[in-house]
């Protein structure tokens, strides 16, 4: 049995600020770290069942993907899941990482646009939409039917590969005189083909075979998505505040 303490929840839980805090079978919460969770509002969920019971103190506390116990965490290493550790260089935690800045970036594309209402409503959906990763990724959960801001996978790829089609604007290369919304976007939508580049090695197993297409796909329509709203920034089809 392994013994999940305040802190251990707290790391799981990036300080308090993701959730679920994932407790596998075979480990438990210390009375400190329910507390912890309670305070913060962070979930604990038990996807193969579990207990309130404790386990003794000399009980190890972490494991690695090799099946190593270890007492105490190394500097080095970080969850995985529940008390799962790895490098903090291995691909998955990268991956997180790249949501992370994803995350900050569409925040402060927000701010960049704030001239246009719509656009930053469409961007709060996207938001929510790339917080989802990571549960997804935690829990191993699909990530679902890909539909952002009216349009279905197939509509995000028509319309960003045939713009003029669809949107009476042709395909064009930005200029810094474009305006601070379209640039902001454009910036946005470049982190996210490299965040689907971080999903794509994280999610490729050793025979090459990728083990989350959904995770994959999602990223590569948001891309597909952040260039259409620069199409329309570019055709003045988002009404100005």
């Known amino acids: 049995m392994t013994l999940l303490t305040r802190e251990d929840v707290r790391r799981m839980s990036d300080n308090g600020t993701r959730g679920p805090v994932v407790v596998n079978r075979g480990e438990v919460l210390t009375p400190g770290a329910k507390d912890w969770l309670a305070a913060h509002k962070i979930q604990a969920v038990y996807p193969a069942g579990g207990d309130a019971h404790i386990a003794p103190p000399d009980t ?39 949501i992370d800045a994803l995350e900050a970036e569409i925040l402060l594309t927000q701010q ?9 409503a469409e961007l709060e959906e996207v938001l929510s939409f790339v917080r989802n990763f990571i549960r997804c990724d935690v829990l191993e959960e699909p990530l679902g039917e890909v539909k952002l801001c009216g ?15 669809h949107l009476n ?15 902001a976007v454009n910036r946005l939508r470049t982190l996210a083909r490299r965040t689907e580049l971080a999903a794509y090695a994280a999610f490729t197993d050793a025979d090459g075979a990728v083990t989350r ?10 891309s597909s998505l952040l260039w259409i709203m620069m199409i329309k920034l570019k055709g003045g089809q988002y009404e100005r505040c």
């Open 60 to 98: 190890p506390q972490y494991r690695t993907l090799s099946g190593a116990l270890l007492h105490e965490k190394p500097e080095h290493m970080t969850h995985l899941r529940g008390n799962v550790l790895v490098p903090k260089n291995h691909p998955r935690i990268a991956f997180r990482g790249m």
């Open 151 to 165: 349009y279905t996978a197939d509509q995000l790829r028509e319309y960003s590969h045939y713009p003029d089609k």
């Open 112 to 120: 960049a646009s704030a001239a246009y209402p719509a656009l930053v």
């Open 213 to 222: 297409g959904d995770i994959i796909l999602g990223l590569n329509r948001l």
């Open 169 to 183: 604007q042709p395909h064009f290369l930005p200029s810094h005189t474009d305006g601070a919304a379209l640039l």
